[in-house]
């Protein structure tokens, strides 16, 4: 099996270097594999791969209901004792 990702099926890419004379010289980019024991399989995955696998999955929490035409926020009430008066200072 070659240097490819067993997840996405990600390969190499290939590449040119060039010199001061413009001369373009072809490489070839590997990408970035990592060995990763997943339910008892040895695979190759790619390392953008092992993040997504890590990452929890998400949650669709329900939307608050729109405003209809003509309804307004209503404004925040602030309370008593939010702006308290400068402390004295005892001498």
Same mark, same amino acid.
């Given at each position: 099996? /070659?240097?490819? #990702?067993?997840? #996405? %099926?990600?390969?190499? !890419?290939? /590449?040119?270097?060039?010199?001061?004379? %413009?001369?373009?010289?072809?490489?070839?980019? /590997? &990408?970035?594999?990592?060995?990763?024991? &997943?339910?008892?399989?040895?695979?190759?995955? #790619? !390392?953008? #791969?092992?993040?997504? &696998?890590?990452? @929890?999955?998400?949650?669709?929490?329900?939307?608050? @209901? *729109?405003?209809?035409?003509?309804?307004?926020? *209503? @404004?925040?009430?602030?309370?008593? /004792?939010? %702006?308290?008066? @400068?402390?004295? &200072?005892?001498?």
């Amino acid at each position: 099996m /070659g240097k490819k #990702c067993d997840l #996405c %099926k990600r390969v190499a !890419t290939k /590449g040119a270097s060039r010199s001061h004379s %413009k001369i373009k010289t072809l490489k070839r980019q /590997g &990408i970035n594999l990592q060995t990763k024991m &997943i339910d008892g399989m040895k695979l190759k995955l #790619c !390392t953008s #791969c092992l993040r997504t &696998i890590d990452k @929890p999955k998400r949650v669709k929490t329900p939307r608050k @209901p *729109a405003l209809k035409a003509g309804e307004k926020i *209503a @404004p925040k009430i602030k309370k008593a /004792g939010a %702006k308290s008066a @400068p402390k004295k &200072i005892k001498k």
